[in-house]
């Protein structure tokens, strides 16, 4: 993984006056996922999209952009929810630092997949080393308008780390810029 001397982010929404788009009732989601659910990879490293979404959804032949996510995880979009995801990315200052390095850290990983005859969806070498898997299950969680992708045996890391960051979230990580950028505030205990 890439390490990034990055000056901490002061809200480029704020600094490009551009409306936070991504989390007004605007924009309403086509798809929602809701829960998680196990799925095996094969040996091709394919595993098939869960029939609960795909029919209460209709995606079958959909196409999916896939990025890298929080904590040694992936993120897979419906291509209309990218869309969107993409153009409130792209609406903020592209001339500060924190947004070139967050755009790299977005793009070295993404990849746009289509569910082929069976359902399934192929992840890249790239895609499968970053989740750095234990074994051969991989663990969707529903995300509302996307789906996280996490080998299951590091839930406990992602706990832990989604604890230090509402505690003290001072790094200069890819968590703290999607965080600061889409203008993401701390919860109040």
Not at 7 to 18: A, T
Not at 26 to 36: A, L, P, R
Not at 39 to 54: G, Q, S, Y
Not at 157 to 184: C, F, I
């Amino acid at each position: 993984m890439r390490d990034f001397s990055i000056v901490k982010v002061q809200s480029l929404f704020h600094q490009s006056n551009v409306k936070k788009q991504a989390f007004t009732m605007e924009n309403k989601t086509e798809h929602f996922f809701n829960g998680n659910i196990d799925v095996a990879l094969d040996e091709k490293n394919r595993f098939v999209f869960p029939a609960k979404w795909r029919k209460s959804a209709e995606l079958s032949g959909q196409s999916f952009y896939i990025t890298r996510g929080w904590y040694s995880s992936l993120e897979l979009y419906p291509e209309q929810e990218w869309v969107k995801f993409h153009d409130t990315f792209t609406s903020l200052n592209q001339f500060e630092p924190d947004y070139l390095a967050l755009e790299m850290l977005i793009r070295e990983y993404l990849h746009d997949v289509t569910l082929d005859k069976q359902d399934r969806i192929m992840l890249l070498p790239r895609h499968v080393d970053f989740l750095k898997l234990s074994g051969k299950t991989l663990r969707l969680i529903g995300r509302g308008s996307k789906i996280m992708i996490i080998d299951p045996t590091r839930m406990d890391d992602l706990w832990s780390n989604v604890h230090k960051m509402r505690e003290a979230p001072q790094t200069d990580s890819y968590e703290e810029l999607m965080t600061s950028l889409l203008g993401m505030k701390k919860r109040d205990r």
